[in-house]
């Protein structure tokens, strides 16, 4: 997410750096696109919209497997719904970081109610109809 960007500060609009150590773990490749997949809000539309632009990027370098589809939309919800859980519980045992950890509350929250609203099924068919580079 852009809280984990490093500008550089003579050049801001270069990127010298992206960190973080929250999410360094090994683990299939489908994880880490659900969790960049995450933090493209829908402003209006479908709410998978811009997510599938993200993945039709990934897809341009790195095919997905029908399997890795299959399974997308819900470690896109898992992974909303860790966010809003984990912050909840640094709120509350770190009040003094409370804003900083729930910054991104509201925009989770609305990402989970609108998606609630999708099965899994639709949105399956959904990345394979507007996530496909070709």
Same mark, same amino acid.
């Given at each position: 997410?852009?809280?984990?960007?490093?500008m550089?500060?003579?050049?801001?609009?270069?990127?010298?750096?992206i #960190?973080?150590?929250?999410?360094?773990?090994?683990?299939?490749l489908?994880?880490?696109?659900?969790?960049?997949?995450v933090?493209?809000?829908?402003?209006?539309?479908?709410? #998978?919209?811009?997510?599938?632009?993200?993945?039709?990027?990934?897809?341009?370098l790195?095919? %997905?497997?029908?399997?890795?589809?299959?399974?997308?939309?819900d %470690?896109?919800?898992?992974? #909303?719904?860790?966010?809003?859980?984990?912050?909840?519980?640094?709120?509350e045992?770190?009040?003094?970081?409370?804003?900083?950890?729930?910054? %991104?509350?509201?925009?989770v929250?609305?990402? #989970?109610e609108? %998606?609630?609203?999708?099965?899994?099924?639709d949105?399956?068919?959904?990345?394979?109809?507007?996530?496909?580079?070709?």
């Amino acid at each position: 997410n852009s809280y984990n960007v490093v500008m550089d500060a003579s050049r801001p609009e270069v990127v010298s750096g992206i #960190l973080d150590f929250g999410d360094m773990i090994h683990s299939p490749l489908i994880c880490d696109l659900a969790i960049g997949a995450v933090y493209r809000w829908p402003a209006e539309g479908h709410p #998978l919209a811009p997510a599938a632009r993200f993945v039709a990027g990934y897809q341009s370098l790195q095919p %997905l497997e029908e399997e890795e589809i299959g399974i997308l939309f819900d %470690l896109i919800r898992a992974r #909303l719904a860790l966010i809003v859980n984990i912050a909840s519980w640094q709120a509350e045992r770190f009040p003094a970081k409370r804003d900083y950890v729930l910054r %991104l509350a509201t925009e989770v929250w609305a990402s #989970l109610e609108k %998606l609630d609203g999708l099965s899994s099924t639709d949105a399956r068919r959904y990345f394979l109809d507007h996530s496909n580079p070709e």
